[in-house]
């Protein structure tokens, strides 16, 4: 008998069109497949040396359980240089993926019954995350704003049990931008309701507009004490096999 969370959870509806993909593909069908968040090109020689010259040195023994302090001193010097602020390695976690810093995120900011707001369309992880540490999540549909939440909206799903909100710019699926005036006007909504902020920006090096991407904590500095920054290097750098991200 399994775990009673693990009935909250569905199969994943990505992983499902992928397998779908992938059995096409072996039966002899042409299939251009988009179901994967990953670009299509060779890994850069600087990430592969690196890695072989790793290797060869046997850096292959444990490191401190939240990551290489060298790894994470660059990360640090690259948050200071994207947000404007200055950042530590102390601040800074790396992680299996986004997906385990969205996990560890969930795990220590929830307990039973707290509430997530996630605007929808939205990454299937989202809410499945929030589902396992027994949380609620709550969707806000941004369909009819051209993908992008409305404050009034995301106001109305507010109730006392809403913990948290989840960020999530470039958006996936939608491929929206958040602007500036938005990022500030839900910063000061989570200021004034005191809730945390989720902020994924793992397509942030992904944008053909002249809206750029702004970090939530570089436009409204009184937000970082209460924003999770969630990133990885699977799709800048093509490294999805790797399985690295990282929180700030």
């Not at 839900?186 to 809206?211: K, M, N």
Request: aromatic share 6%; charged share 20%.
């Amino acid at each position: 008998m399994l775990a009673q969370r693990t009935a909250l959870l569905k199969g994943s509806g990505t992983a499902a069109a992928r397998a779908a993909a992938k059995e096409a593909a072996d039966a002899g069908v042409q299939v251009v497949d988009l179901t994967a968040g990953e670009i299509w090109t060779n890994l850069t020689p600087t990430i592969r040396d690196g890695a072989i010259a790793a290797i060869d040195k046997g850096i292959n023994r444990y490191t401190d359980t939240i990551g290489l302090m060298d790894l994470r001193e660059a990360l640090a010097r690259k948050l200071t240089a994207e947000t404007g602020q200055a950042w530590g390695a102390s601040e800074i976690a790396v992680t299996a993926g986004a997906k385990q810093a969205l996990f560890n995120a969930a795990m220590v900011l929830l307990d039973p019954g707290d509430e997530v707001i996630i605007p929808a369309p939205y990454w299937t992880t989202f809410p499945a995350q929030v589902q396992i540490a027994g949380g609620v999540p709550v969707h806000v549909d941004t369909r009819a704003n051209g993908f992008v939440p409305r404050i009034e909206d995301i106001v109305a799903a507010i109730t006392p049990r809403t913990r948290a909100i989840v960020i999530n710019t470039p958006n996936n699926p939608t491929g929206t931008v958040y602007d500036r005036t938005l990022l500030r006007a839900l910063g000061e909504l989570a200021i004034e309701r005191d809730l945390w902020i989720i902020f994924d920006e793992c397509y942030r090096d992904f944008i053909h507009t002249d809206v750029g991407h702004h970090s939530i904590v570089s436009v409204i500095p009184e937000a970082r004490s209460r924003t999770v920054i969630v990133n990885a290097f699977s799709k800048a750098l093509a490294l999805t096999g790797w399985r690295i991200g990282y929180l700030a």
